[in-house]
């Protein structure tokens, strides 16, 4: 019989790039991964690097798309009948708390071996674990055994931007109403500071990290309710009456596009910024008269030197229910790799690798990663661990709204918002 040596490095060839060998270990291959995610910009890296994927792999991702409240009402349900819906998913990092009390998701390191990797912030992998590995615990859950549930891809954090053609970069709130002092002139118009006030998330997202640096909490670690405190009350006094009278008229309406549309077309100086707003608009040539003007650096200081930057990660996760979860696994390892988070990056996703973020290259390209690594390496502040928060959220968001519009003091504001915070935490079986 001829035999047709020619035959085997044509098959191997074949499957290779069919992507049909699987690792040692691995399982045969599904169809398809389904992932639900939300629809909007935090998908734009995940969908530039899914084509490398399936041509590496040989295995689809079949993206479901929702918005955002009902992405999480498709999750809880899918979640409470074990449904087999979904292979992997994106969640908020606030939905954390719901997800990991209600063992919804499967752990990466008992189940699958997961080791940390030096290349990724500390901070990432402790957004990602439950029970939450420092401030406070939600009852019935500190006797359960921590474990790593999720693991990031957008890494979303706030930080600071302001003009470096006509003010120094800040380290502290001193800075800044030195900076917005020197530059402030309505009559131009050139605001000194631009604030994301709307009532809410959008409030509260801009003030907790002024809150935080001055030494203010909402809750101790027993979740006593401590937001009633001078350093709270100064906080609020220094947000709602002394950056805001270097801010245009209005920002208690303000959400985000607002205040990126006010830097971007040079009416204003300085203010938060999350990196979307950056790549989407502020640095935009087709929409920004700012372009190479904008400076980027870690959010400023309070009175004791506390820097506090705020987290809003989206996590990739793999639900119980999935019938492909050592393939969903594989795909976590392979999107959160140093290998893939730099066309991640290129394609418009928001990377949260130390390897990333403090390349030289890419900093040139992406003029704000580093205040981004400078932020996550703080570390950066996460909303406080319980299903409640968007409860005191709304809550909180109200009053502070208030203060900034003027219909409450800063200290009314505090009084009622702590009250009421400890009124719907009772409520919620958080005391006896």
Not at 24 to 48: I, Y
Not at 257 to 279: C, D, L, N, S, Y
Not at 328 to 343: N, V
Not at 360 to 387: G, I, V, Y
Request: hydrophobic share 45%; proline share 9%; charged share 20%.
């Amino acid at each position: 019989m001829r035999r047709r040596w020619w035959i085997w490095p044509v098959i191997a060839v074949l499957l290779v790039t069919s992507g049909a060998l699987a690792a040692p270990g691995l399982p045969a291959k599904p169809a398809k991964l389904t992932m639900a995610v939300v629809a909007g910009g935090e998908t734009k890296g995940l969908k530039a690097i899914l084509p490398l994927w399936e041509k590496e792999m040989g295995v689809k991702i079949d993206l479901v798309e929702f918005p955002y409240p009902t992405l999480y009402e498709k999750l809880v349900t899918a979640f409470q009948a074990n449904a087999p819906t979904f292979d992997l998913l994106i969640a908020d990092d606030p939905w954390m708390p719901k997800f990991g009390s209600e063992g919804w998701l499967v752990p990466l390191d008992s189940t699958f071996g997961y080791r940390r990797d030096a290349d990724i912030f500390p901070v990432v992998y402790d957004l990602g674990s439950w029970p939450p590995p420092r401030g406070p615990i939600p009852p019935g859950e500190a006797g359960k055994p921590r474990r790593l549930y999720a693991i990031t891809l957008v890494g979303n954090v706030e930080f600071f931007m302001y003009r470096k053609d006509l003010v120094s970069a800040p380290r502290t709130w001193d800075d800044v109403v030195a900076n917005a002092r020197k530059v402030h002139d309505p009559r131009k118009p050139l605001y000194g500071f631009v604030i994301r006030g709307a009532k809410g998330n959008p409030v509260i997202s801009e003030f907790t990290p002024v809150l935080l640096s001055f030494g203010a909490r909402i809750f101790d670690n027993n979740w006593r309710v401590v937001l009633n405190s001078k350093q709270a009350v100064d906080a609020l006094t220094f947000f709602a009456k002394t950056l805001k009278q270097y801010a245009p008229p209005g920002v208690e309406n303000y959400d985000a596009a607002e205040r990126a549309r006010e830097v971007a077309t040079g009416r204003a100086a300085q203010g938060f910024i999350w990196p979307a707003e950056i790549t989407d608009i502020v640095e935009n040539p087709s929409v920004s008269k700012v372009v190479g003007k904008m400076g980027y650096t870690l959010a400023p200081a309070g009175p004791g030197g506390k820097h506090a930057p705020l987290m809003g990660n989206w996590l990739l996760a793999i639900p119980k229910g999935s019938r492909n979860q050592r393939w969903a696994y594989e795909f976590i390892l392979w999107a959160t790799s140093a290998r893939i988070q730099q066309p991640y990056a290129l394609g418009g996703g928001i990377p949260f690798r130390k390897s990333v973020l403090m390349n030289a290259e890419m900093n040139k390209k992406f003029p704000f990663f580093r205040a981004m690594a400078d932020s996550l390496n703080a570390p950066a502040e996460w909303r406080p661990r319980t299903q409640e928060w968007f409860a005191v959220e709304a809550i909180l968001g109200t009053h502070v709204n208030a203060a900034l519009a003027g219909l409450e003091t800063p200290e009314e504001a505090i009084t009622k918002a702590a009250r009421e915070i400890e009124s719907h935490m009772k409520e919620a079986g958080y005391y006896r």
